[in-house]
């Protein structure tokens, strides 16, 4: 694990309970778990997957994602001021995060998050979202899809609703 992502962790749970990572009993996470707990951040994404769709995924704001995965786990804030750049990043992580654990759960479906046991259902879903998506290397290779002619494709496609 990443140093950083190690103290962004136990600030957490410090911040939470008022003691250190170090004195709690740990739960795993299989694929199955992590794909639900992921798949509730489609709710921020939904709303901007047309433009998120046409911008490149560019490394230069990898920092800026992984503070504001900072932000949302320490001060709860929902990601909605957040340059679309930003939120590219924060997307990738996000669906490279999702085809991991969908990966892991059609398959031996083994722990592949951890978080501490006393922290209530919420503060799980923050824990496990950080100890995954926080200076995540990602695991496949970006996809650019930001210049797709998806009209040429739809060219000889009936206007009509089937």
């Known amino acids: 694990m990443n140093p950083e992502t190690f103290h962004l962790l136990n600030a957490f749970y410090e911040q939470t ?14 694929g199955q778990d992590t794909v639900k707990i992921l798949w509730s951040l489609n709710e921020i994404f939904i709303p901007h997957l047309h433009r998120l769709k046409t ?7 990898e920092p800026e994602a ?4 900072k932000n949302l786990v ?15 990043i924060l ?4 669906q ?32 496990v979202i950080a100890f995954l998506l926080h200076a995540m290397v990602l695991p ?3 996809a650019d899809e930001s210049q797709l002619d998806i ?3 739809l060219e000889y496609q009936s206007d009509a609703l089937h």
């Not at 170090?22 to 996470?29: A, K, N, R, Y």
């Not at 992984?66 to 995965?69: Q, S, V």
């Not at 320490?74 to 590219?88: E, F, I, M, Q």
């Open 17 to 30: 309970l008022g003691k250190p990572l170090e004195s709690c009993s740990l739960v795993g996470f299989n």
């Open 55 to 61: 911008l490149r995924y560019k490394a230069q704001y």
């Open 66 to 69: 992984d503070e504001a995965i």
């Open 74 to 88: 320490l001060n709860g804030d929902d990601w909605s001021s957040l340059p679309l750049t930003v939120l590219r």
């Open 91 to 94: 997307f990738e992580r996000h």
């Open 96 to 127: 490279q995060g999702l085809l991991l654990c969908i990966g892991n759960a059609t398959g031996e479906n083994r722990v592949i998050a951890y978080a501490p046991a006393d922290l209530n259902d919420n503060a799980r879903a923050t824990f």
């Open 140 to 142: 496949f290779p970006v």
């Open 151 to 153: 009209d040429s494709m």
